[in-house]
């Protein structure tokens, strides 16, 4: 079983910052990859930012230089979205994802949603 817990979501005027926080918890044996996705209503859910176990990190173009991915020095298996100078078209339900493998014999893969936080940046 594996348990999201998500957070950070809020108001916040442009030019402004807020973070995100996306733990992950459970019988978990590797856990491969987080990403946090943004869906705009009425529009198809993207990805904004992800990380790999190895520290990789992938970025859409409209975020990069504003938002950082990073994980949790001590918990590593909790993940942060810190977003900066934020904009109106950052507004959306920002959702956690994360993939890997469960413990059991064999591990068997798992691909969980969170259950979504809202962002809002008045224009």
């Known amino acids: 079983q594996v348990h999201m817990a998500e957070s950070g979501g809020g108001l916040v005027q442009p030019g402004g910052s807020l973070r995100l926080s996306c733990e992950v918890s459970g019988t978990i044996y590797s856990l491969n990859a987080i990403g946090w996705y943004r869906q705009i209503l009425g529009k198809e859910r993207e990805l904004v930012a992800s990380?790999?176990?190895?520290?990789?990190?992938?970025y859409e173009d409209s975020v990069k230089g504003r938002f950082t991915i990073l994980r949790d020095t001590y918990a590593k298996n909790t993940v942060y979205l810190q977003m900066n100078r934020l904009k109106a078209e950052d507004t959306a339900v920002y959702y956690c994802n994360a993939r890997g493998y469960t413990e059991g014999s064999p591990p068997r893969v798992f691909d969980y949603w969170g259950q979504g936080t809202q962002v809002t940046v008045p224009s």
């Open positions: 990380i790999t176990s190895g520290g990789s990190t992938n």
